[in-house]
């Protein structure tokens, strides 16, 4: 789940494969993001648009436009489930870890892939971003180690 930055509307993934937006001060549903073949594992929500990400266990990162509910994107390149998705703070780049050992950064606006950071030995399941223009990205993983990555070559530092 994950709260839009003004905390008045939520985003929730489902093992139907649809992601719903949800009007927090009410708990209607106001919009149904279909589109992922597979459970919908993580969601995140832009901080500074209107958009979510959201990623499945079908291996594909989605960008959703959350006021009409209508998909943006569809990245494509893990070779496995998608695990975690985080925005950077300033929202131009975002990052998918997965079950394929990798995490990937991706240009918002293009949604081409910037880096592809390999290096543990077990699935990523958390990332987090440097404060600031979000130059670094953290990961962690099932194999018990955290790297941090430069988030434009996506070399280990």
Do not use: M
Not at 7 to 34: F, K, N, Y
Not at 95 to 101: I, L, Y
Not at 107 to 129: F, K, M, N, Q
């Amino acid at each position: 789940a994950a709260w839009a930055s003004a905390g008045d509307r939520l985003a929730t993934g489902g093992a139907d494969g649809v992601l719903v937006l949800w009007q927090a001060s009410t708990g209607q549903s106001i919009a149904r993001c279909e589109g992922h073949a597979g459970q919908v594992r993580c969601c995140a929500w832009a901080p500074h648009q209107d958009w979510v990400a959201s990623g499945s266990l079908d291996g594909t990162v989605r960008l959703w436009d959350a006021q009409k509910g209508r998909p943006l994107q569809t990245l494509t390149g893990h070779r496995g489930y998608v695990y975690c998705v985080a925005w950077s703070p300033s929202g131009d780049k975002f990052a998918s870890g997965s079950v394929d050992r990798t995490a990937r950064i991706w240009d918002t606006d293009s949604a081409e892939l910037i880096a592809s950071c390999a290096g543990h030995a077990g699935p990523v399941c958390s990332l987090a971003w440097s404060p600031g223009e979000g130059s670094f990205l953290a990961t962690g993983s099932h194999d018990k180690t955290a790297h941090v990555w430069n988030a434009k070559t996506g070399a280990k530092v």
